[in-house]
């Protein structure tokens, strides 16, 4: 890569940006709610886009209904960087938005169920590919892009199916996910990983006609889930990274705050949270605590 070819890769975007917006509009348009978590027309899209570029497209599929594509671009050494999106989202109630859900232009504004996570993203890695090729640059490194499917249920058939294949290695890997907030604007180099606790109470049953002589477990396992949340809900667990300890820059963060999946349904619960009871004396639920993990590991 020559110092005159970044400025050029610059303009590329700037003259196509009209492109770039309708292809995120075109990903948008494409329903990809997970649960079920369909996309086969979505990678058939991507597969349609990539098609007349010079570059390598497989798609790999333990699942026909949600099958994955990884793309690579040859660069000047033999480093890989990858770069990973997911293709899913998670469902919505089009009643309930103000605008259209599978996707609309307002202004200088994208509006739409995954706008943010991940489609505009995705869209993204895709038109970098599609500037490196029409361009004729050789990136500095090996490029890889995996865009994967059954990401927002923490499914098998995505990302877990891409790497059993043996294909996916990199030396480091950026994800499209958004990591910006009010005040902070910056690359988070960590995230929190999942660990799933199964909390199980245990009371006394008693005739309905005298409850006061039994033991509710629910309410106990109720206070134990009350107490998890006051100790791990309301307070963020900030870290720095090591190469920025010494130093008074910290515009690369951490994200660890915990975040449970709030289930909208008590009586058909997600994954995040359940919870049961047999005869009045046993409830059990499962939550899901941070746990630190660095995508560079």
Known sequence: MTTDEPSELDAYVDDHRADLIELALNLLAVDTANPPGDTREIVSLLEEYLSPLPVDVERFAVDPAKPNLLVTLPGANDRTLLYNGHLDTVPYDADAWSSDPLGER?????????????????????????????????????????????????GDAGLPALLETGRLEADACVIGEPTCEVGRHSVTVADRGSIWLTLEATGEAAHGSRPVLGKNAIDRLYDAVTTLRQRFGTR???????????????????????????????????????????????STASHRPPARRSIFD
């Open 236 to 282: 963020r667990l900030e870290s720095i990274p090591p190469s920025n300890r010494s130093s008074t820059n910290r515009s690369a963060s951490t994200n660890q705050r915990w975040v449970p999946i709030p289930p909208a349904n008590c009586s058909k619960p997600r994954r995040s949270t359940s919870a049961s009871s047999r005869a009045g004396t046993r």
């Open 106 to 154: 307002v202004d200088d504004r994208i509006y739409g169920r995954g706008a943010t996570d991940m489609k505009g993203a995705v869209a993204a890695m895709l038109f970098a590919i599609r500037a490196f090729a029409e361009m004729d640059v050789e990136p500095p490194v090996d490029l890889a892009f995996a865009f994967v499917s059954d990401e927002e249920v923490g």
